[in-house]
């Protein structure tokens, strides 16, 4: 089921695009944020703590403001249990000086055996 985001800014069309590849969401923003409104707006599959390998997870996270949210890491963990993939900002749109949460999160998945297997795309790394 589609979810329609709030138009928050310029950068919500490709927030949008994100979302339509996604099954679940992850993210938690102080009020002001587009991450916040995101989470409303995917209501019970927001941070729901439930995922499968065939979950693609949409992960947004406040940039540099005063009053940020860190990244739910957490929930990240969840997900990343049940071997889900991640969709979150391309490393043109995180490499944005304002996008330090998608910094975080890209470093975070990294560490966790995450590839990025398409701009903003993650996936589980696979050994042989």
Same mark, same amino acid.
């Given at each position: 089921?589609?979810?329609?985001?709030? @138009?928050?800014?310029?950068?919500?069309?490709?927030?949008?695009?994100?979302?339509? +590849?996604?099954?679940?969401?992850?993210?938690?923003?102080?009020?002001?944020?587009?991450?916040?409104?995101?989470?409303?707006? #995917?209501?019970?599959?927001?941070?729901?703590?439930?995922?499968?390998?065939?979950? @693609?997870? &949409?992960? $947004?996270?406040? *940039?540099? !403001?005063? *009053? !940020?949210?860190?990244?739910? =890491?957490?929930?990240?963990? !969840?997900?990343?249990?049940?071997?889900? $993939? =991640?969709?979150?900002? $391309?490393?043109?749109?995180? $490499?944005?000086?304002?996008?330090?949460?998608?910094?975080? @999160?890209?470093?975070?998945?990294?560490?966790?055996?995450?590839?990025?297997?398409?701009?903003? &795309? #993650? +996936?589980?790394?696979?050994?042989?």
């Amino acid at each position: 089921m589609r979810v329609i985001l709030p @138009v928050t800014g310029p950068y919500t069309a490709k927030d949008q695009i994100k979302s339509d +590849q996604a099954t679940k969401f992850i993210g938690q923003g102080s009020s002001r944020s587009s991450t916040e409104k995101y989470r409303k707006a #995917w209501g019970e599959r927001a941070n729901c703590g439930d995922y499968t390998d065939r979950d @693609v997870v &949409f992960i $947004s996270v406040e *940039g540099n !403001r005063g *009053g !940020r949210k860190e990244p739910d =890491f957490e929930e990240i963990k !969840r997900a990343i249990a049940a071997n889900a $993939s =991640f969709i979150t900002d $391309s490393l043109l749109n995180r $490499s944005r000086p304002y996008n330090i949460g998608e910094r975080q @999160v890209a470093q975070y998945l990294d560490l966790m055996s995450y590839t990025e297997t398409a701009p903003g &795309f #993650w +996936q589980p790394s696979t050994t042989e």
